[in-house]
Nanobody
Framework: VQLQASGGGLVQPGGSLRLSCAAS????????MGWYRQAPGKQRELVAG???????NYADSVKGRFAISRDNAKNTVSLQMNSLKPEDTAVYYC????????????WGQGTQVTVSS
């Protein structure tokens, strides 16, 4: 399984970016998907998650600004990021996991998001 993240870049505070993650293989629809981020000197943290059934959850710091979605027909998960702040600057990683039955945990390569004027 490969996860290919894209869409990162440099944006001014208050701007928007949309990250996408394309998954190869046949496990996507069975996977809980998540976007994580890691800023320099900090631990990786969950930003947003969406279960195989479509339930979503968000870190408090991004609630109301970010939205995660998935398209099982296209094997993609997206993260719409609005009202970006400098503290959102980090490398963002896509994750696919299943924690019951046959389990797996896959990571994408990361995409840099920089919020700066």
């Amino acid at each position: 399984v490969q996860l290919q993240a894209s869409g990162g870049g440099l944006v001014q505070p208050g701007g928007s970016l949309r990250l996408s993650c394309a998954a190869s293989g046949s496990i996507f629809s069975f996977s809980d998907m998540g976007w994580y981020r890691q800023a320099p000197g900090k631990q990786r943290e969950l930003v947003a998650g969406i279960t195989s059934g479509g339930s979503t959850n968000y870190a408090d710091s991004v609630k109301g600004r970010f939205a995660i979605s998935r398209d099982n027909a296209k094997n993609t998960v997206s993260l719409q990021m609005n009202s970006l702040k400098p503290e959102d600057t980090a490398v963002y990683y896509c994750n696919a996991r299943k924690n019951t039955g046959i389990r797996w945990n896959y990571w994408g390569q990361g995409t840099q998001v920089t919020v700066s004027s």
